[in-house]
């Protein structure tokens, strides 16, 4: 199973992966995704093992190092063709599973749509093939770690783009009148994202034992987000890690719409977003996201289940 990106990517691809366990329960299930995620591949139950397999941005690795018989089956969780198609024929599995491209004609897959929803996505590929799979099926385990800002508001200010980056200074905004009605508010950070936390830190106030830079591990992160009041962040992978967690999230969305990323519906997720849609690969926050204030958040914090905000705070 080829899905070689972020966190993200393969929280929304879990209940796919889930569908392959159930389909498959004889056979082992060898995930081809990044090394540093192998312990939220274990986490969902569904993978037996990991094989490194990354590359810069969301391009396609250009060998997998793959050493054992060919595989009875292979599945592409990763694109749409034809490089990762490639990749997986390289290996001479029986049978491959992907979407339809022009370039790879002798693969018969189902069409892909590009503005379909990505946990949709790729279950509709494996009933494409006989497979059932529940978009839905996509919780994971409460960690057994105990959470180290137990009931905080955790603010995530970065994301793989700039333009899919809320500006510091409205998450700081947003931060005071938290803490001003009394709640702890925690933020965080990628491995890379250090300069983004401290500017926030700074300029929010915050204590150092509220600030979780350098990139938590996987296991003190998902114990965090799990205990969290809610969390506020941009369309990255710690708002599917709180999914994930049945945790509350206000998540601020642009470039790219909530129908193609976002939530399910249920009241504990409030997506934020305004349009139009731009480059998610852009080198500035994007327009859309911009649109976001921080009384719009304080006000969706204010809506979800227990929220106990007012429904608008002042701020500058």
Not at 173 to 193: I, M, Q, S
Not at 252 to 263: C, E, K, N, Q
Request: aromatic share 4%; net charge neutral; hydrophobic share 40%.
């Amino acid at each position: 199973m080829l899905r070689a990106l972020g966190l993200g990517d393969l929280l929304a691809g879990v209940p796919a992966l889930r569908a392959l366990r159930r389909g498959f329960p004889g056979h082992e299930l060898v995930l081809a995704a990044p090394a540093g995620l192998a312990p939220v591949a274990g986490a969902t139950g569904a993978v037996d093992r990991v094989l490194p397999a990354s590359a810069p941005g969301r391009t396609v690795p250009r060998a997998l190092d793959w050493t054992g018989p060919p595989p009875d089956v292979a599945v592409d969780l990763h694109g749409n063709g034809p490089p990762s198609h490639r990749l997986l024929q390289d290996l001479r599995p029986l049978r491959l599973l992907a979407f339809a491209h022009p370039g790879t004609p002798e693969i018969e897959g189902p069409p892909w749509y590009a503005d379909e929803h990505e946990r949709d996505r790729w279950c509709r590929l494996l009933r494409s093939y006989g497979i059932d799979a529940d978009p839905t099926d996509l919780l994971l385990p409460r960690p057994a770690a105990a959470s180290p800002a137990p009931g905080a508001v955790v603010l995530h200010p970065g994301a793989g783009a700039p333009a899919r980056r809320w500006p510091v200074e409205r998450y700081a905004t947003v931060a005071g009148v938290l803490r001003g009605r009394g709640l702890r508010v925690v933020v965080t950070g990628g491995a890379d994202e250090d300069d983004l936390v401290a500017r926030l830190a700074k300029e929010a106030r915050l204590p150092d034992t509220d600030v979780f830079a350098g990139g938590l591990p996987f296991g003190r992160l998902s114990a965090l987000v799990a205990g969290a009041r809610a969390v506020v962040s941009g369309d990255t992978g710690i708002a599917h890690l709180a999914v994930a967690h049945a945790t509350a999230t206000v998540t601020l969305f642009g470039p790219v719409p909530p129908t193609r990323w976002g939530p399910p519906a249920h009241p504990r997720h409030i997506p934020l977003w305004h349009g139009p849609e731009g480059d998610p690969h852009g080198h500035h926050p994007d327009p859309a996201l911009l649109r976001i204030t921080p009384d719009e958040v304080l006000h969706a914090l204010g809506r979800l289940p227990g929220g106990r905000l007012p429904e608008r705070a002042i701020t500058p």
